[in-house]
Each structure stands twice: as structure tokens, then as C-alpha cells.
């Protein structure tokens, strides 16, 4: 089945700096990378995904990269901001396969400080 | 669209009692999820429904453990006889189906369990 790793467990910075989290994944057959946000006390929220015929996505402060070949994606927040503050977990899944279940990673805590 | 509901937010119990969790999924997604998060980690799949039919169960859901989803709209997640190690968040989730661009997944605040 898929593993996930993710790294790092911890993260901190600076209000206004950049944050990078990044994940490898193990089934060549996964096609599918979502980011989850999760904050104390409620349930994972989606904030970008990627597909593996794109390379790179980006949404405003948010941004998504792949490398198909070396099975690694990475998320990249700029110009962080307090609310940023949070769990964020990277998930692979094959949709091609009956179930789409997500592999999550186990998650990097990011705080940015002020 | 209300977003995925789930009750009770916070179960405590006794270790041998038997537990029984709801979710309702976002209205019209056929395809429903339950993922289970312990602390400091991501959420493990459990099994899930297309439908009212439960098409997979990961080994983690071990034969305490029943879900339905009577009418292919929410669906219950059951424990029976309640252990230390069953202390957990329990997550829903749904979505429209498993073809990009319909496959992704909503999660409710899920259902967090301690057992006594």
C-alpha cells in the first residue's frame, strides 16, 4: 500500500517569512496529492491540491509542487501570517483505484510567530 | 450545502460499552469515509461507502467495530465493547465520486472518543 512520509514534525517562523513542508510518497500509482489544514479541535480542511500531470499549482500566498519521478511534493506558504498557525497534513491517493482512500503524512505544526 | 455534520463531538464512555457514532455527509456525495486520528498523527482509513454499499475495510477496523449506511445518506459507525486503545477522533468524510475532479474529500470535525 501507500506511505507517506512528511518533514518536519515542527516548524517555526516568522510573520512575513516563507514556510516549506515537504512529503514523499511510494505508490508510483498515485495521481493525487491534496494539503489539509487542520486547526485545534476541528476537522481537516482542504487548501490546495495537486494532479500528477501538473507540476505546479498556486493559490495566492499558496503553492503546490511535484515531482513525479522522484515521488516528493512540497507546500510552500509565503508571506505567512499568524492564522497560518496550525497542523498541516500532505495525503497521496490513486484515483484510478475503486476506493481514493487518502495516506496522510503525520503532519508538520507550523506556527509563525510574531 | 451544510458541509459534513457529525455527533456527538465528544464521547466519553466506560472500557466495555458500546458507542455509536453519526455522520451526515455533504447532501448528494455518494461516496462517505471514516478515518480515525490519534494524537500527534494523520488520519488512518477505515472503510467506506459508495452508496449504501461498504466496498472496503481496512485491517484497523477490527470486528468490534460495525458502519452502515442504510440509505446511502448518513451512516453510523459503531463500537462494541470499548477498549483503552479505541481513544481516538473519529473523521467522516465525503465527496461526489472517485474521478478527478470529483473525488475530493470533505471532512466533518469528527467525533472524538476517550475511553475510561
Known amino acids: 500500500g501507500e506511505n507517506v512520509e512528511q518533514h518536519p514534525s515542527t516548524l517555526s517562523v516568522q510573520e512575513g517569512d516563507s514556510a516549506v513542508i515537504k512529503c514523499t510518497y511510494s505508490?508510483?500509482?498515485?495521481?493525487?496529492f491534496p494539503w489539509y489544514k487542520q486547526e485545534l479541535g476541528k476537522g481537516p480542511q482542504l487548501i490546495i491540491d495537486?494532479?500528477?500531470?501538473?507540476g505546479e499549482k498556486k493559490d495566492q500566498r499558496i503553492a503546490v509542487t511535484l515531482n513525479k519521478t522522484a515521488k516528493h511534493f512540497s507546500l510552500h506558504i509565503t508571506e505567512t501570517q499568524p492564522e497560518d498557525s496550525a497542523v498541516y497534513f500532505c495525503?497521496?491517493?490513486?484515483?484510478?483505484?475503486?476506493?481514493?482512500?487518502?495516506?496522510f503524512g503525520t503532519g508538520t505544526r507550523l506556527q509563525v510567530t510574531l | 450545502d451544510t458541509g459534513v455534520s457529525q455527533n456527538p463531538r465528544h464521547k466519553i464512555t466506560k472500557r466495555g460499552q458500546n458507542v455509536t457514532f453519526r455522520c451526515d455527509p455533504i447532501?448528494?456525495?455518494?461516496?462517505l469515509y471514516w478515518y480515525r486520528q490519534t494524537l500527534g498523527q494523520g488520519p488512518e482509513f477505515l472503510t467506506y461507502?459508495?452508496?449504501?454499499?461498504?466496498?472496503?475495510k481496512s485491517r484497523l477496523l477490527s470486528d468490534r467495530f460495525s458502519a452502515e449506511r442504510p440509505k446511502g445518506s448518513f451512516s453510523t459507525l459503531e463500537i462494541q465493547r470499548t477498549e483503552q486503545g479505541d481513544s481516538a477522533m473519529y473523521l467522516c468524510?465525503?465527496?461526489?465520486?472517485?474521478?478527478?475532479?470529483?473525488?475530493?474529500?470533505?471532512f466533518g470535525a469528527g467525533t472524538r472518543l476517550s475511553v475510561l
Open positions: 468524510a465525503s465527496s461526489s465520486g472517485p474521478q478527478l475532479g470529483k473525488n475530493i474529500q470533505y
Open positions: 505508490d508510483s500509482a498515485s495521481n493525487y
Open positions: 495537486i494532479r500528477s500531470n501538473v
Open positions: 495525503a497521496a491517493t490513486a484515483t484510478t483505484g475503486t476506493a481514493s482512500k487518502l495516506t
Open positions: 447532501s448528494e456525495h455518494n461516496r
Open positions: 461507502f459508495q452508496n449504501e454499499a461498504q466496498l472496503e
